[in-house]
């Protein structure tokens, strides 16, 4: 491990010298620190540097008004450290500075995941009228109401030391570089350029993240060519923290299997420790998983759960409302038996158990069902092309008519799942 301090981004190391380099981004208003749960097991087959944004963390108050600046700035701190090739995952506007680096330089970018990242971060009078708040007020209203964006209520309920270090994180950030974050995240806009990106990226979003949630992140899986859609249940805008174990795991599966090193590169040179490492983050420790992740005992509250993670709250709750009285218990025995039972057994993956559902709802010619099971596979990570080829292959075993109703029905979900809301 080595830590130091550049003129251009604070960062630190962790993992063998000789490893390949695996770089983590973070996100607006946070510090390398938001990582520290995937550290121990990434930095056993990655070195990983980790960095800060112009004044987070303690770095040097040097604004940056663009993302492409920030960008720049990376490559400059490794190109001091030599560093060429790397994997990059980032969180948000660390996100954001990985879609630049992918599009302006895409023989540095060995593998992509962008988290909770989006091809356009909500509109520029938005994050302008919270560099207005900042000036006026300080970093204080922005502090308080973080955890609001970042955690489920839940979450924030039952970890308030976790919630009271993300407060303090935001409330330490220099004022002047917060306010031009905001603007690189105004001005950022890539979305007439997803094709251009050529490496293979995991898009990763929580399924309650309303900052950049599971529409923006269809957004990008449409547009980057061979682009999966992770979606980690019951995480926010800030998975990496909430949900830290599925995170890593998806990394690690991610960058295990897409990593293309170019052949001969290079090992990271050893660099000196020119300062102590720094003291463990006491505020978010011990990590306890939140109570409403275990499992349930009752089969039925087990099935819901699992439903509503594939199909979403809001679908789950208009069958279950209108199958109030008559229709109801036969609702809990589907939940219960389909849900609770066939669904979660381990033998197949999501993604794996939705091509099933595909293929079975267009044999059975039920198209209402189909609908529904375009969007939770989407869900579960399938892409538009893949769903494609479920649909393909229903044509040669269902006939061309069922296959040819299928389409119609599903391209119009996929359209509208897959186009950005302004």
């Known amino acids: 491990m080595s830590e130091t301090t550049t003129e251009a981004l604070q960062y630190r190391f962790d993992g063998p010298d000789d490893a390949p380099v695996l770089i983590l981004g973070p996100s607006l208003g946070t510090t390398w620190h938001m990582w520290d749960r995937q550290i121990p097991e990434l930095s056993q087959q990655w070195r990983v540097f ?30 001091e450290l030599g560093v060429h090739r790397f994997g990059y995952a980032g969180c948000a506007l660390g996100g954001a500075i990985g879609t630049d680096l992918a599009l302006r330089h895409p023989d540095r970018v060995a593998a992509l995941t962008l988290i909770a990242s989006s091809p356009r971060f909500g509109t520029a009078d938005e994050f302008r009228q919270r560099g207005v708040i900042v000036r006026t007020n300080g970093l204080d209203p922005i502090a308080r109401t973080s955890p ?53 990226t995991l898009v990763l979003v929580g399924s309650e993240d309303q900052v950049t949630g599971p529409a923006a992140a269809r957004t990008l899986v449409a547009g980057i060519p061979d682009a999966r859609l992770a979606v980690v249940p019951g995480a926010s805008h800030l998975a990496p923290v909430e949900q830290p174990a599925a995170v890593t795991d998806l990394l690690v599966r991610h960058f295990s299997t897409s990593w293309q090193e170019a052949p001969g590169t290079p090992p990271v040179p050893v660099k ?23 499992v349930p005992a009752d089969q039925y509250e087990a099935g819901l759960k699992v439903r509503r993670e594939v199909l979403g709250d809001a679908e789950v709750d208009r069958v279950l409302a209108e199958a109030e009285g008559f229709a109801e218990d036969f609702q809990r025995l589907a939940t219960r038996y389909a849900w609770g039972e066939v669904y979660s057994r381990p033998g197949l993956d999501r993604r794996a158990r939705s091509c099933v559902a595909l293929a079975a709802l267009v044999a059975g010619g039920h198209w209402t069902e189909l609908a529904g099971h375009t969007k939770a596979a989407l869900r579960s990570g399938l892409t538009p092309d893949e769903i494609k ?3 393909l292959q229903t044509a040669v075993y269902c006939g061309m008519p069922a296959a040819h109703q299928a389409f119609r029905i599903v391209q119009e979900v996929v359209r509208e799942e897959t186009t950005p809301r302004e």
Not at 148 to 175: C, H, K, L, S, Y
Not at 282 to 292: Q, S
């Open 50 to 79: 980790r960095f800060d944004l112009p004044g987070h963390g303690g770095a040097p108050a040097h604004p940056a008004e663009s993302v492409e600046q920030l960008a720049d700035r990376l490559l400059a701190t490794l190109d």
């Open 148 to 200: 609001e964006r970042w955690f489920t209520p839940g979450f924030a309920a039952n970890q308030p030391a976790i919630t009271e270090w993300a407060v303090q994180m935001v409330r330490t950030t220099d004022p002047g570089c917060y306010i031009a974050a905001c603007e690189a995240l105004a001005t950022f806009d890539v979305r007439g350029s997803l094709d251009r990106i050529g490496v293979e």
């Open 272 to 294: 000196p420790v020119l300062s102590p490492p720094p003291a463990p983050v006491a505020e978010i420790a011990p990590f306890e998983e939140p109570v409403a992740e275990a």
């Open 389 to 391: 080829e479920v649909l």
